[in-house]
């Protein structure tokens, strides 16, 4: 069974925000590993969004427990503060709060045979004038949790990107893409296949999606845009930078 599963579809997993014991939303994380440390990727608004009263205290990974069955999964309960203090990182530029963060994770705290697959910084675009408008991506997630549920494995829908890649659409720090996508698609990765780099992820990592592109005035009823917006990749250079002394 292993042997027959893409890679891309083990780098991204599924989370669930709670308040206690009370489960609030589903949404999409992905695995992101530099020199040894582990990081679980999402949106900032799927670990706090105050204009809408979402304040989760801890999040739930879904993994894989066994690399032999992946019909076998276990569950990490993540705090998300420490001594009233958040334990994500969140970046932000002049345009104000960049829609990604990133919670360290404790390796230790993971299955034995946790099955899982890391973008790496040898994933990301480090060109933008490559990327050409019309270029063919995936979207990995969960759309309204929607998954295999025996296999705990994400879904993909084609995406193409939708705005010129070399600039930040309307100056803030993401891109467009044109795909169909839907609540609990919330962080998930948009990557664009890339043969010639790593054989064993021959993808690269482009954005990170994180919701739905609209415009006032329209009639939902009649029009939908279908456009999305997806927050460059390189983000993660920023915020994984460094060295963090605590780990959740």
Known sequence: MKALIEPLLLTTARVSTHFGAQLLTGATGFFFERERRLYLVTNRHVLIDRPTGHLPDRLEIELHADAANLTRAAVLSVLLYRDGESVWHQGGDASGDIDVAVIELNRAALPDAVELRCFTPGHLQRSLQEVKVGTPLLVVGFPLGFH?????????????????????????????????????????????????????????????????????????????????????????????????????
């Open 148 to 248: 295999d549920t025996l296999h705990h494995l994400p879904v993909v829908r084609q995406a193409v990107i939708a705005s010129a890649f070399g600039l930040r659409f309307q100056g803030q720090g993401y891109f467009l893409t044109d795909a169909r996508t839907h609540r609990g698609t919330s962080g998930a990765p948009v990557v664009m296949q890339d043969d010639g780099s790593d054989p064993a992820l021959p993808w690269k990592l482009l954005g990170v999606h994180s919701a739905r592109m609209d415009m006032g005035g329209r009639d939902r009823r009649v029009d939908s845009l279908g456009l999305n917006c997806a927050w460059y990749a390189d983000i993660l250079l920023t915020l994984t930078a460094g060295s963090a002394d605590e780990r959740v």
